[in-house]
T-cell receptor, first 109, second 110 residues
Framework: GQQLNQSPQSMFIQEGEDVSMNCTSS?????WLWYKQDPGEGPVLLIA?????ELTSNGRLTAQFGITRKDSFLNISASIPSDVGIYFC?????????FGTGTSLTVIP | DGGITQSPKYLFRKEGQNVTLSCEQN?????MYWYRQDPGQGLRLIYY???????QKGDIAEGYSVSREKKESFPLTVTSAQKNPTAFYLC?????????FGPGTRLTVL
């Protein structure tokens, strides 16, 4: 199955900094999803996007559905230590879901 | 509480044994999925089911089997034919193009 290109692969940032990550696909998607996963746990849904150009926020998190429908971005503002984890995207063209390989985020206090 | 439950959290299996992983959801979702997660790799689809009594193979179905006799339940059996079964297994269900995951089962083959 298709795997999405997610970057960066890892990030080390100072507490309080903003974070940006993105996913790109060779195919058009109808839905983009962003998840956070802690070690040994299941992924938790952060934000769901359903329309090209849509910009949605969840607290300090903001995600956008790209106009081309082939990409999506996730921003985290004013990072805190509990933001540590792996963030990954998922795209849904209408049948199966396809996933990025994740961005590992480390926040240095 | 509504959600997806997976049991057990940790499972150990001897080589040559079949083992069944449980997945239950009370979200009234029609579609359910099984994924395998290995370190450094994205999620890989094993099987999925969009309605009761129907399921389709995913990208890595060899060595696995499933059943969908009830809407709420989608158990996964890892058979002895699966050559490298040690992994983290995630069950998910879907509503309105949005997928939700269970807490996962870590399977270790001894």
């Amino acid at each position: 199955g298709q795997q999405l290109n997610q970057s960066p692969q890892s990030m080390f940032i100072q507490e309080g900094e903003d974070v940006s990550m993105n996913c790109t696909s060779s195919s058009i998607f109808n839905t983009w999803l962003w998840y956070k996963q802690d070690p040994g746990e299941g992924p938790v849904l952060l934000i769901a996007l359903y329309k090209a150009g849509e910009l949605t926020s969840n607290g300090r998190l903001t995600a956008q559905f790209g106009i081309t429908r082939k990409d999506s971005f996730l921003n985290i503002s004013a990072s805190i230590p509990s933001d540590v984890g792996i963030y990954f995207c998922a795209g849904h063209p209408g049948n199966q879901f396809y996933f990025g390989t994740g961005t590992s985020l480390t926040v240095i206090p | 509480d509504g959600g997806i439950t997976q049991s057990p959290k940790y499972l150990f299996r001897k080589e040559g044994q079949n083992v069944t992983l449980s997945c239950e959801q009370n979200l009234n979702h029609d579609a359910m999925y099984w994924y395998r997660q290995d370190p450094g790799q994205g999620l890989r689809l094993i099987y999925y089911s969009q309605i009761v009594n129907d399921f389709q193979k995913g990208d890595i179905a060899e060595g696995y089997s499933v059943s969908r006799e009830k809407k709420e339940s989608f158990p996964l059996t890892v058979t002895s034919a699966q050559k490298n079964p040690t992994a983290f297994y995630l069950c998910a269900s879907t509503s309105t193009d949005t997928q939700y995951f269970g807490p996962g089962t870590r399977l270790t083959v001894l």
